[in-house]
């Protein structure tokens, strides 16, 4: 099974910091790979998917990049909307999902 | 609008079933690969069991056994049979939508309590 593996667990910024989240995957999985926002209460939304590609709708401050085993999810000027925990999540054996284990984004 | 709607959860004893389902509107469903994923209170996110678009069904080795999961695409219905639950299965249960793995719609979930 491939393991997700993100850090840091948390993080605490302030509005207009830029956040860099990073997700290593056990074995290369090429692209295939997604980030999710979940705040408190909600389900988990689709930010990017396949590894740098925004979904309809998602901020451009939200951005994506690399391939094979490492892979980091950057936020360019963090807004007071953007705190929340966000999971990356490998599709290289889908149907077949795994997870990291999360990073939660805090106020400083 | 597209819609995912849970419902089925509550509180059941351990070594109890419960069967959840899912129901679908505002997207072509039988085109999507359907997924359960869970979490525990305070915890990450964790796939349950997925149905492709044919019905093919898979499962980690967690719930393997004790889960089915089927569908019915002519009522755009998702369904989750629990079987032999534990405490560990203690999770709100998602249902999601996904094309190529990624999950573009989710439901907001329904909470199953496993506990005596």
């Known amino acids: 099974d491939i393991q997700m593996t993100q850090s840091p667990s948390s993080v605490s910024a302030s509005v207009g910091d830029r956040v860099t989240i990073t997700c290593r995957a056990s074995?290369?999985?090429?692209?295939?790979l997604a980030w999710y926002q979940q705040k408190p209460g909600k389900a988990p939304k689709l930010l990017i998917y396949?590894?740098?590609s925004l979904q309809s709708g998602v901020p451009s401050r939200f951005s994506g990049s690399g391939s094979g085993t490492d892979f980091t999810l950057t936020i360019s000027s963090l807004q007071p909307e953007d705190f929340a925990t966000y999971y990356c999540?490998?599709?290289?054996?889908?149907?077949?999902?795994?997870f990291g284990g999360g990073t939660k984004v805090e106020i400083k | 609008e597209v819609q995912l709607v849970e419902s089925g959860g509550g509180l059941v004893q351990p070594g109890g079933s419960l069967r959840l389902s899912c129901a679908a509107s505002?997207?072509?469903?039988?085109?999507?690969?359907m997924h359960w994923v869970r979490q525990a209170t305070g915890k990450g996110l964790e796939w349950v069991s997925a149905?492709?678009?044919?019905?093919?069904?898979y499962y980690p080795g967690s719930v393997k056994g004790r889960f089915t999961i089927s569908r019915e695409n002519a009522k755009n219905s998702l369904y989750l049979q629990m079987n032999s639950l534990r405490a560990g299965d203690t999770a709100v249960y998602y249902c999601?939508?996904?094309?190529?793995?990624?999950?573009?719609?989710w439901g907001q979930g329904t909470l199953v309590t496993v506990s005596s």
């Open positions: 999540q490998q599709a290289n054996s889908f149907p077949r999902l795994t």
């Open positions: 999601a939508a996904s094309r190529l793995g990624y999950l573009d719609y």
């Open positions: 505002g997207f072509t469903f039988s085109s999507y690969d």
């Open positions: 074995q290369g999985i090429s692209s295939w």
């Open positions: 149905i492709g678009t044919a019905g093919d069904p």
């Open positions: 396949a590894a740098s």
